[in-house]
């Protein structure tokens, strides 16, 4: 038996490991800020969403329609749309009532008639929000063209005007 052993040596594992590593180093980083920019577009497309319906319901008070905008948006359990930062068990959409938390839809008004209300107004939680996301989400609006979604807010007129 000769000492013809094959294998790698220490300094070529030191040298793959070293490899990987950077490689991690660039990688993980470009990782996250996919994950929070795709959470932010899943919080605009939900607003979108959001003005959509109570654009729609107010067009359905034409025809006598009575429609409540927070069943349409969450579902019929209120929780079936999850909210994109938060996951399950906690709805995209709410009734103002209390602060949204970071990626809810905050909404004035669930129920539109003909009786009113005049104008509902839509606005995005930014607070609570972990690193920077509440900065991605409030750049994903701004390219979206609703630059005061997460300040003042976004509003909805009974005449169909949405107001930024």
């Known amino acids: 038996m000769g000492s013809n052993a094959e294998g790698f040596t220490l300094i070529e594992v030191m040298i793959v490991v070293a490899i990987i590593g950077i490689l991690a180093a660039i990688a993980l980083p470009q990782y996250f800020q996919y994950i ?3 959470k932010a577009q899943a919080v605009t497309a939900n607003f979108k969403m959001a003005v959509d319906a109570v654009t729609n319901a107010y067009a359905a008070t034409n025809n006598g329609v009575v429609s409540n905008v927070y069943t349409t948006l969450n579902g019929q359990s209120a929780k079936d ?3 994109p930062v938060y996951g399950r068990g906690t709805p995209a959409f709410l009734v103002t009532g209390g602060a949204p938390v970071c990626g809810q ?3 004035t008004s669930s129920v539109i008639s003909a009786a009113g209300p005049a104008s509902v107004t839509l606005t995005v939680g930014t ?3 972990s690193g920077s996301l509440g900065h991605s989400i409030s ?3 701004s390219a979206a063209q609703f630059p005061h979604a997460a300040s003042t807010g976004v509003v909805v007129q009974q005449n169909g ?3 930024n």
């Open 36 to 38: 929070q920019t795709a």
């Open 139 to 141: 750049a994903a609006f």
């Open 127 to 129: 607070s609570g929000c």
């Open 161 to 163: 005007r949405v107001q």
């Open 105 to 107: 839809v905050a909404i």
């Open 81 to 83: 749309i999850a909210d």
